[in-house]
């Protein structure tokens, strides 16, 4: 079986509260206040430039030219294609000077932790703790398309899902998912078991994302 799905399943009790998490349900509905998500694009956008940085290590640890290739990609995936949808909303919502704005708390400590373990580790090390970004948002968005697709439909923000929930976004996870699987061939089941714990924290610093970006105070 595919590691990575080993690793899904290991934290699969935290990806199925993404899908509940009243962020994600008001997303759906169209009842998110609007401010939350202003907050949400802002520390996403913050996060992204930032989280591209975590690639960048890879590349420098990357042991082949095919290797850097996949990471170079993700890394302009970020920057370019993910960074898009995020800098139209912030054009929407007028907000000016976003790189000024400071990291809260919860998406620095995601940040610092995914970078702790990028420069402690190796590729393998380094996929864990960014698969949980990338692929949660794929599971999310389908699971939320295949539960409530008239809501989905006719939300404000059905943008967002549907950029997650397409096939062509499964199907570049499932590229991703196949190039860390061939990371994860060779190595025993020791390091294996510490990779599906690193998986496991970064799931939770997702969840952690979605709380900070729904609760009530700035
Ligand atoms: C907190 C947070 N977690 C995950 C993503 C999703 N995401 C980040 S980069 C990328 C493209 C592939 O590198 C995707 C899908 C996000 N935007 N913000």
């Known amino acids: 079986m595919s590691f990575v799905k080993e690793m899904i399943g290991h934290s699969m009790d935290l990806w199925e509260g993404y899908v509940s998490h009243p962020f994600l349900q008001e997303l759906t509905s169209g009842a998110l206040p609007q401010e939350k998500l202003k907050r949400y694009i802002v520390q996403d956008s913050l996060y992204l430039r930032e989280y591209a940085r975590i690639f960048a290590v890879g590349l420098l640890k990357a042991p082949s030219m095919q290797d850097m290739a996949h990471l170079s990609s993700l890394i302009s995936g970020t920057v370019q294609g993910e960074y898009l949808t995020r800098d139209r909303y912030l054009r929407e919502f ?48 389908r699971e939320l398309m295949r539960r409530y697709p008239e809501q989905v439909a006719a939300s404000p923000y059905a943008d967002l899902i549907q950029d997650y929930g397409s096939d ?10 196949a190039y860390a699987d061939t990371l994860y061939g060779p190595l025993s089941l020791e390091r294996k078991a510490h990779l599906k714990e690193i998986f496991r924290t970064a799931s939770d610093y997702e969840m952690k994302f979605w709380d900070m970006s729904y609760r009530e105070e700035m």
Do not use: H, T
């Open 168 to 177: 062509s976004y499964y199907e570049l996870c499932r590229s991703d998912a």
């Open 94 to 141: 007028g907000v000016k000077d976003w790189e000024a704005e400071s990291l809260l708390p919860e998406n620095q400590a995601y940040l610092d932790y995914m970078m702790g373990e990028a420069q402690r580790g190796e590729l393998p090390e380094i996929f864990a703790a960014v698969l949980p970004c990338m692929l949660s948002y794929c599971y999310i968005g």
